[in-house]
Nanobody, 126 residues
């Protein structure tokens, strides 16, 4: 059974940092295009970063570019999102997701992803 489990969320002050983890089980994360998404109350789920399967190329939303870094540890079968210079507008539930295996290229569109974790809450507040 293919499963994704996020962790690492919490409460952080503006300007602070957090690292989110997404542990995969039942499949090899490196064989999939994978991404991070977030959803704030009353807003649509938005793609914030992703990493392609074939060449490991990455993409970022403009809102997080230069502040967030996506990475993948193949030995641990885990995806990470390092978040720095956090802002109150980064407050949301953060999800990791994987596309169907036939699609090696990552995209920032949530409907293109099939497998989802349960999410982890990130709150940026003083």
């Amino acid at each position: 059974q293919l499963q994704l489990v996020e962790s690492g969320g919490g409460l952080v002050q503006p300007g602070g940092s957090l690292r989110l983890s997404c542990a995969a089980s039942g499949f090899t994360l490196a064989d999939y295009a994978i991404g991070w998404f977030r959803q704030a109350p009353g807003k649509e789920r938005e793609g914030i970063s992703c990493i392609s399967r074939n060449d490991g190329s990455t993409d970022y939303a403009d809102s997080v570019k230069g502040r967030f870094t996506i990475s993948r540890d193949n030995a641990k079968n885990t995806l990470y999102l390092q978040m720095t210079s956090l802002k109150p507008e980064d407050t949301a539930v953060y999800y990791c997701a994987a596309r169907p295996r036939i699609f090696g290229l990552c995209v920032m569109s949530a409907p293109q992803y099939r497998y989802w974790g349960q999410g982890t809450q990130v709150t940026v507040s003083s």
